[in-house]
């Protein structure tokens, strides 16, 4: 196969590694094959590709709802005290995302609890009883959910989505009921793929149970939702994407649904969201923008605007990312 559109090296080994890792006993073999490489040069090239901070890590995403986790989106006014209040919020184990973002709400940040907390006491507990201003503000329906950036073509996605046209209901679902052997399991998907030959193989041994095993229990934690996908996530910028917007829209309720799956359609939005409102923020609709620099990203805000029919939008610019991580819930005590 051959790379166009792109001067980024590996760009089509770089999409392969985002999507779902094949659940097989040489998943990069048929990685390399995709690709047009051998088995030793795809993980040669995907070791360099991670010491070379291309790729942030290759682990497992879990659906936190399944496993009894409440998330929300948390904005603060922190005004010139970005840097002290990013600080603290970035101490906290259930924070993943923090980013300071051009606008009077100029720190955004993901909140991940378990269920029995409440959110709101959490996020007023890491000001320290302080009187901070802040927004919670939890999904209500999720339209997409797809950070794989492509680089043979112009854009970002692969044409793949992980909710339904209309969007996925984010209200409370049931929690899956885990066997000891599934906790485990789990604590080993979360931290970084060994980037061997037969990684499922050294991960079963770790366990004292057969390579099958492993994979029949990884394929039924999927089906039953609690293991969205197993991929590699990029640092954005150093994949050569160096603008991020953050767009939120007023949309009337009547009019989410179709405003929602119109701008999840936009192949350069990784995730797509209603949120809850609040006084002061009467924006429901969120849409993530990715694009290689400002001026292309202001080209598919107006585009995106264009298709979700909306003229009162906020649109915010990531300045600084103080904190991205996949949070471990099985893995480290939280």
């Known amino acids: 196969m051959k790379e166009t559109g792109t001067q980024v090296p590996h760009g089509l080994l770089l999409e392969e590694?985002?999507?779902?890792?094949?659940?097989?006993?040489?998943?990069?073999?048929?990685?390399?094959?995709?690709?047009?490489?051998?088995?030793?040069?795809?993980?040669?090239?995907?070791?360099?590709?991670?010491?070379?901070?291309?790729?942030?890590?290759?682990?497992?995403?879990?659906?936190?709802?399944?496993?009894?986790?409440r998330t929300a989106l948390v904005a603060v006014r922190a005004g010139d005290r970005a840097e002290e209040l990013g600080q603290r919020i970035s101490r906290h184990p259930g924070v993943s995302h923090n980013y300071l973002?051009?606008?009077?709400?100029?720190?955004?940040?993901?909140?991940?609890?378990p269920a029995e907390r409440n959110l709101g006491a959490?996020?007023?507990?890491?000001?320290?009883?302080?009187?901070?201003?802040?927004?919670?503000?939890?999904?209500?329906?999720?339209?997409?959910l797809q950070v794989r950036l492509r680089f043979t073509d112009p854009g970002i996605g692969i044409p793949e989505q992980e909710a339904p046209a209309g969007g996925r209901d984010d209200g409370p679902v049931?929690?899956?009921?885990?066997?000891?052997f599934e906790k485990r399991l789990l604590a080993l998907l979360e931290e970084p793929l060994p980037l061997v030959p037969r990684p499922w193989a050294l991960l079963a041994s770790g366990l004292q149970v057969s390579q099958r095993r492993l994979l029949a229990a990884v394929g039924r934690l999927k089906r039953r939702g609690v293991v969205r996908r197993i991929a590699a996530v990029l640092r954005h910028r150093s994949a050569g994407f160096q603008a991020n917007a953050?767009?939120?829209?007023?949309?009337?309720?009547?009019r989410i649904l179709e405003a929602g799956r119109r701008a999840a359609q936009l192949p350069q939005v990784s995730h797509c969201y209603q949120r809850?409102?609040?006084?002061?923020?009467?924006?429901?609709?969120?849409?993530?923008?990715?694009?290689?620099?400002?001026?292309?990203?202001?080209?598919?805000?107006?585009?995106?605007?264009?298709?979700?029919?909306g003229e009162d939008y906020q649109v915010l610019y990531s300045l600084r990312e103080l904190k991205k991580r996949r949070i471990k819930h099985f893995g480290e005590k939280q």
């Open 17 to 69: 590694l985002q999507r779902d890792f094949p659940l097989v006993s040489r998943p990069f073999r048929r990685i390399g094959r995709r690709c047009g490489l051998a088995e030793e040069r795809t993980l040669e090239t995907t070791r360099e590709l991670l010491s070379q901070g291309m790729i942030r890590e290759i682990s497992a995403l879990l659906d936190a709802r399944r496993i009894g986790v």
């Open 246 to 254: 953050m767009v939120c829209f007023q949309v009337p309720e009547e």
């Open 122 to 144: 959490e996020v007023r507990a890491t000001f320290e009883g302080e009187e901070v201003p802040t927004m919670v503000l939890p999904a209500l329906r999720t339209f997409k």
């Open 276 to 309: 809850e409102t609040a006084p002061q923020w009467p924006y429901s609709l969120y849409a993530m923008l990715h694009a290689r620099n400002r001026q292309e990203c202001d080209g598919l805000v107006r585009e995106l605007a264009g298709r979700v029919g």
């Open 101 to 113: 973002r051009e606008h009077d709400w100029n720190l955004w940040f993901t909140l991940a609890v």
């Open 174 to 180: 049931m929690t899956v009921r885990l066997e000891p």
